[in-house]
């Protein structure tokens, strides 16, 4: 009866450790109180590519250089999407569009970090009225450039900034390179335990590496990348899973930012810029689980 017994128990010890492995560690859902699925995403790869649309609340830019210090308030300015079209599907062009580009690990079943690019533009709108404070000289910057009738000390004052003061954009672009940490709760799954529908959540901090088209007073250019300051961002959307690996990502994202060293004129050392945006995006993007 006793080799029984034992005989019965290193059964049930190896029917257990089979089991384990079989059901590997899953994450549980919010909207779950059981765990239904029979795969885990452990120690898995993702990546996905998409195009977004964003917008951007007012901020002040803060404009210093030889002979000036000012301030626009409230400067309001939006995105310039490329319309839709051939560009989209041309492997040679597939950068100009504003685009998302991720990388990532499941360091758990429901927990992941990546690396991402967003790849964003931002545009002032001009021309436009805005309150100013600060001075500008009747030359500003070295060598000098004029002002004309622009040269003053104001205190709050309105003006209109036209295309002959300033152009200032941020679309080639207005990059947010970050690193992010993600949590996925299962909303559906099928009837073979596999993921259908999983909500995603999460933060990035990183830095802004922007390639601003900057004019003042006339005087400036297309400048090349900088890292022109930092930010955080948080974000929450949805994944649908329609073929084994395959799913698709709609998501929404807030986050603000710090750039303390854009270029102007582009004469480096001399001219620069200021500002800190509040942007809020939507991507929507074609990704791979592998």
């Known amino acids: 009866m006793r080799k029984i017994f034992l005989t019965i128990g290193a059964l049930a ?22 765990n239904l699925r029979t795969e885990s995403n452990k120690g898995k790869f993702f990546f996905f590519w998409g195009y977004n649309f964003s917008s951007y609340a007012k901020s002040d830019i803060h404009f210093t250089g030889p002979n000036y210090d000012f301030i626009l308030h409230d400067v309001k300015a939006g ?13 040679s062009r597939l950068t100009i569009p504003q685009f998302n580009l991720h990388f990532g690990y499941y360091i758990k079943d429901n927990y992941s970090i990546s690396l991402g690019w967003d790849h964003m533009k931002y545009v002032v709108d001009i021309p436009q009225q805005v309150k100013i404070t600060g001075y500008i000289g009747d030359e500003i910057s070295t060598p000098g450039i004029p002002t004309g009738n622009r040269a003053g000390q104001y205190n709050g004052e309105k003006i209109t900034v036209d295309s002959a003061m300033l152009t200032f954009e941020h679309t080639d672009g ?10 996925y709760d299962d909303i559906i799954n099928n009837r073979k335990g596999q993921q259908v529908l999983t909500m995603e959540s999460g933060v990035d901090v990183g830095l802004l590496i922007p390639r601003s088209d900057v004019h003042l007073f006339g005087e400036g250019g297309n400048h090349f990348w900088n890292i022109a300051g930092y930010g955080a961002s948080a974000k929450v959307g949805l994944h649908y899973r329609f073929y084994k690996g395959l799913y698709l990502q709609g998501n929404f994202k807030t986050g603000w930012t710090d750039l303390y060293n854009i270029r102007t004129t582009g004469r480096r050392g001399v001219d620069k810029a200021t500002q800190q945006i509040w942007f809020f995006e939507n991507y929507w993007a074609l990704g791979f689980r592998f």
């Open 13 to 34: 010890l190896s029917v257990s450790s089979l089991l384990a492995q079989e059901n590997p560690e899953i994450g549980k859902s919010i909207f779950k109180p059981k």
């Open 79 to 91: 995105d310039r999407p490329t319309k839709f079209g051939s560009t989209y599907f041309d492997p």
């Open 174 to 183: 207005y990059n947010f390179a970050s690193v992010g940490l993600e949590r």
